[in-house]
């Protein structure tokens, strides 16, 4: 007698929920996301927006409190940076807070200039070079090489050894 076919997974979805451990799929999905939050490139990338957040607050701190200061004492006028507005139709403008959120950025720039093309830039060519510029050969190895071409001169030139 031919049993009719059963379908492997059941129509109903209250049973195929049912047949789901949901605590095999929380452990896929643990397992899957710790190997893809270890992975060395996610650990970098985490540390480098943690230390860059910090740089930039550093950045900030020092535009704000000792740059942006010393430029209001070098112009003339009796406010702060943070007080200059032009004022237009009756309405003041603050550029005083762009012109230091600008050397801010500009600092930001210059720093991550030097850094990233001028400094890994040097470090990159001096690998090339060490790589690009072999050693010269040591006492043992000419000697080696010497002995190595005679010997193949001594097999190919007359076709045999000689003991």
Do not use: C
Request: aromatic fraction near 10%.
């Amino acid at each position: 007698m031919i049993k009719p076919f059963k379908r492997a997974l059941s129509s109903d979805p209250i049973k195929q929920m049912a047949s789901v451990v949901p605590t095999r799929q929380t452990w896929s999905l643990f397992e899957e996301f710790k190997t893809f939050a270890f992975k060395g490139n996610v650990v970098d990338l985490a540390i480098g927006v943690i230390i860059g957040a910090a740089f930039g607050k550093v950045v900030d701190s020092l535009v704000k409190h000792i740059i942006m200061p010393l430029v209001s004492v070098v112009l003339p006028g009796q406010q702060s940076y943070q007080e200059w507005k032009a004022v237009i139709h009756g309405k003041g403008i603050p550029y005083g807070l762009f012109l230091g959120e600008v050397v801010n950025f500009l600092i930001i720039a210059v720093v991550l200039f030097l850094f990233i093309v001028k400094f890994l830039g040097w470090l990159m060519r001096t690998r090339q070079e060490e790589v690009a510029d072999p050693p010269p050969p040591t006492k043992e190895e000419v000697l080696l090489t010497e002995i190595r071409d005679l010997l193949r001169e001594e097999v190919h030139g007359t076709g045999e050894r000689q003991a």
